[in-house]
């Protein structure tokens, strides 16, 4: 128990579907991100969000739309999405100030797009 | 850009001696890590080492830097069943850390 909280933690949905990932945390951390894993490949940074400001879009598609209302939660709004896209996809919080770069990652959402 | 290679599969016979290698491209990288992902879960940190230090042991953990080489280690000494799992390496880079594919150790009896 990382006291990262990933809900849904299945998904399965239509290319035409809308759907959301929510994450949330209650750790005090004020940094909050998105992370892709597909097999095979290195585990991709989406985006990252600190004090709720987003300072990194690693180049993610326009049909993954991420959301941080405040710096407990975060969410990956999901729109006409690609087969391709099917993929775990984990949120990970860090501590504010100077650290060793250890990020608490949730269990994950296992996306898969039909 | 930056970039963090691993080899993808391990298989060791339990009680055995485990390496997981990994190479890095960013010299610059603060830190370096080891990651542990168990079945069904998230990544969780195992190790870290300072980029000006060569060794880091921990317990059955030991953790090897050459950073002329720009290659990590990681060797799990007397392996368990329960060291099955998929090992990230990833590397500092500013604000985010740098992820290879994982090293999946399968462990047999």
């Known amino acids: 128990e990382t006291g990262v909280t990933q809900t849904p933690r299945h998904l399965v949905m239509g290319m035409t579907n809308k759907k959301s990932l929510k994450c949330e945390q209650h750790?005090?951390?004020?940094?909050m991100y998105w992370y892709k894993q597909s097999a095979k490949k290195p585990l991709e940074l989406m985006f990252v969000?600190?004090?709720?400001?987003?300072?990194e879009n690693n180049s993610v598609p326009s049909r993954f739309s991420p959301e941080c209302p405040n710096s407990s939660h975060l969410f990956l709004h999901l729109h006409t999405l690609q087969p391709e896209d099917s993929a775990l996809y984990l949120c990970?919080?860090?501590?504010?100030?100077?650290?060793?770069?250890?990020?608490?990652f949730g269990e994950g959402s296992r996306l898969t797009v039909l | 850009g930056e970039d963090v290679e691993q080899s993808l599969f391990l298989s060791v016979r339990e009680g055995d001696s485990s390496v997981i290698n990994c190479t890095y491209t960013?010299?610059?990288?603060?830190?370096l890590y080891w990651y542990k992902q168990e079945p069904g879960a998230g990544l969780q940190l195992l190790t870290y080492?300072?980029?000006?230090?060569d060794m880091k042991q921990d317990q059955r953990l030991t953790v090897l830097l050459n950073k002329k080489d720009k290659h990590l280690s990681l060797r799990i000494a007397d392996t368990q069943t329960g060291d099955s799992a998929i090992y990230f390496c990833?590397?500092?880079?500013?604000?985010?850390?740098?992820f290879g594919t994982g090293t999946r150790l399968q462990v047999f009896p």
């Open positions: 990970a919080s860090s501590p504010p100030g100077v650290n060793t770069g250890e990020l608490f």
């Open positions: 750790l005090g951390h004020n940094a």
């Open positions: 969000y600190n004090f709720k400001e987003q300072t």
């Open positions: 960013d010299s610059s990288s603060t830190y």
């Open positions: 080492i300072f980029s000006n230090m």
């Open positions: 990833a590397e500092s880079n500013t604000d985010k850390l740098i």
